[in-house]
């Protein structure tokens, strides 16, 4: 296996040679409940994405304080009483043990999307009477003039994070889920007031004015903001004691002030603070000097924890493909110097009713084994003789999964074409069609008897030849 020495030589190798191709690491895609209510969606789900090179999936398994979960499955460290979601009710299934199961085949990172603070939808006819909207309703959240919110108001009915009582209960059912299941990240929803309106609570009142006896010089717009703040962050660290390496993240408003403003959700400071680890922007503006104008304002310094969330979807079947992908560019030109980490589509449903699944494929993000155990040797270092020409065409890696290699090919031209893999004495091995989806090819162990591969191109009626060194391979394979 690479020493870490040689592994960092590799890359700057690579740097030096070829530039920066697609430093895009995330290509995500969210997940409504809609869409896993049986094995048979939720292995469609996978094998689409798959299909449209994704690499992590959020799936919403909390939509309103409901589980499409197990709670407590095996470890009930962590009290999590909340109610079987009514589209998964009596059905032997268990969707993100499913997606689980299933996506990481693919390589596909898992993401549990939970809603925080909004815990009812605005039709309570599906909510059950032990749902917490029903036995906790002194929890909920309060407007100025001093009235409870009611499920009718916004998405729903809202929880006040000003209390202890709020605070814990969330920490524990979200403990729960990251202590019962394998996922790579806990991504967050609506974790902020409904308005600049709401956070009076008569509880969170009196905590204010408990605390402005000590502190004289703080208003409660700062309080309800460090409200927000406070619940993530107790969130992290009762997660990231289960799971050190689990991606905390936030889906937040994009515009920075109007966030604070209106919401309380400061995401900057959460960034600084180190208590997230991404943040996904909603930033589903249809027009694009709107988003243009939206991604100006963020400094540079978040730009590699920023995943940017597309609009997919339309209400009128007035938002083309071609809308996507020239938002697709708007974000991935400015990678030149300042990386973002990802792009993320909201939302599956979206992409299939409105058939956009061609704006998903123009945004080529090369897959990365994200395991652990995974060594991976891309072949520009191999074969530095090739034209730049197809270099900024053809992506070519080997990669293995436990003791299991495979060949990858990825397309990131135009144009159409062909590939064809000869062993040392000019024998066909295997071919196939390029085109824009990530090419994954096992290797058998008997090719590693060989002294070298050789790969052919054949991109815009012009050919091109790779050749693999399997010398340098065989270390890695015999390791």
């Keep these: ?27 995500a895609l969210w997940v409504t409940p809609w869409d896993m209510t049986s094995s048979e969606m939720i292995d469609r789900v996978v094998e689409n994405a798959y299909s449209w090179g994704i690499t992590d999936l959020l799936v919403e398994v ?22 079987i979601s009514y589209l998964i009710e009596g059905k032997q299934i268990d969707p993100l043990e499913e997606f689980i199961a299933k996506a990481k085949k693919k390589n596909i990172k898992v ?128 997660v990231k004691r289960i799971k050190p390496k689990l991606i905390l993240s936030a889906a937040v408003m994009p515009d920075i002030d109007y966030a604070v403003v209106k919401y309380s959700q400061n995401w900057f400071d959460w960034l600084n603070q180190n208590i997230i680890d991404k943040v996904y922007l909603m930033a589903y503006q249809t027009d ?26 339309s209400d009128n079947n007035n938002y083309s493909v071609n809308e996507i992908v020239s938002k697709i560019n708007i974000i991935t030109d400015k990678q030149v110097n300042n990386q973002y980490n990802g792009i993320s589509f909201f939302s599956y449903g979206g992409i299939i009713q409105r058939n956009y699944q061609s704006a998903l494929l123009s945004l ?42 495979y060949l990858s090919i990825t397309n990131l031209s135009h144009f159409q074409g062909s590939w064809k893999l000869y062993d040392d004495a000019d024998k066909l091995i295997t071919e196939g069609l390029l085109d824009k989806t990530v090419l994954n090819f096992v290797l058998p162990e008997f090719l590693f008897t060989k002294d070298r591969l050789i790969l052919t191109y054949n991109l815009n009626e012009k050919d091109y030849k790779k050749v693999i060194n399997l010398n340098e391979l065989s270390s890695l394979y015999k390791n």
């Design 62 to 83: 909390r939509y309103r304080g409901d589980a499409l979960y197990i709670p407590n499955k095996r470890v009930k460290t962590y009290r999590n009483n909340e109610p």
């Design 1 to 27: 296996m690479f020493s870490s020495y040689k592994r960092l030589i590799l890359y700057f190798f690579i740097f030096i040679n070829f530039g920066i191709l697609d430093c895009i690491e995330q290509k």
């Design 111 to 238: 993401h549990a999307w939970v809603t925080v603070l909004v815990i009812t939808p605005r039709d309570l006819s599906n909510v059950c009477s032990s749902h917490l909207y029903y036995q906790n309703p002194d929890w909920l959240t309060y407007n100025n003039l001093d009235e409870r919110i009611t499920h009718l108001k916004f998405e729903g009915a809202y929880l006040d994070p000003g209390l202890y009582e709020v605070r814990n209960y969330l920490v524990n059912v979200f403990s729960d889920i990251v202590s019962n299941y394998n996922i790579d990240g806990l991504h967050l929803d609506y974790i902020r007031y409904p308005n600049s309106n709401y956070g009076y609570n008569p509880i969170s009142i009196k905590r204010y004015d408990d605390l402005l006896r000590i502190i004289k010089d703080i208003d409660f717009v700062e309080w309800k903001e460090k409200q927000i703040t406070s619940l993530i962050s107790q969130i992290n660290q009762s």
């Design 364 to 405: 080529n993000v090369l897959q990365e084994n994200y395991q652990e155990e995974t060594n991976s040797l891309d072949l520009f270092f191999l074969e530095r003789f090739m034209p730049l020409e197809i270099n900024q065409y053809i992506k070519t890696k080997i990669y293995s999964i436990g003791n299991q290699w």
């Design 288 to 313: 694009d000097y709107a988003l243009s104008s939206t991604m100006n304002k963020i400094p540079d310094k978040y730009n590699d924890k920023i995943v940017v969330g597309l609009r997919a979807w």
